[in-house]
Nanobody, 128 residues
Framework: VQLVESGGGLVEAGGNLTLSCSASQFSFRGNAVAWFRQSPGKKREGVIANHCTATGEFCMPYSADSLQDRFTISRDNAKDIIYLHMRNLKPEDTAMYYC???????????????????WGKGTQVTVS
């Protein structure tokens, strides 16, 4: 299983950015997915997650309180891609962003690194 993130880059404070995550030999449909981030010298932290029923008809989002709803997660089930939509970015959002997934519909706690089986190598987001 391989997860690949894309869409990172340099953005000015107040700007928006969307990250994408695709997978090989794994389908996001019906499985728990999440985005984490890690800044130099800090622990990897859970940013946002999305858990869905096996059919994908019902999904429950989870997010870090500190984000104040600036970030949202979405799925394109047809393309089997996960997105992280970030708006009103702040310099403190600068980090390497990682996509994570587990071969089950839910994980607990959603924000723990050990809750997820598969990880991408990350994409850098820098907010100036």
């Amino acid at each position: 299983v391989q997860l690949v993130e894309s869409g990172g880059g340099l953005v000015e404070a107040g700007g928006n950015l969307t990250l994408s995550c695709s997978a090989s030999q794994f389908s996001f449909r019906g499985n728990a997915v999440a985005w984490f981030r890690q800044s130099p010298g800090k622990k990897r932290e859970g940013v946002i997650a999305n858990h869905c029923t096996a059919t994908g008809e019902f999904c429950m989002p989870y997010s870090a309180d500190s984000l104040q709803d600036r970030f949202t997660i979405s799925r394109d089930n047809a393309k089997d891609i996960i997105y992280l939509h970030m708006r009103n970015l702040k310099p403190e959002d600068t980090a390497m962003y990682y996509c994570a997934a587990a071969p089950r519909s839910t994980v607990s706690p959603w924000s723990y690194v050990v809750s997820y089986d598969y990880w991408g190598k990350g994409t850098q987001v820098t907010v100036s």
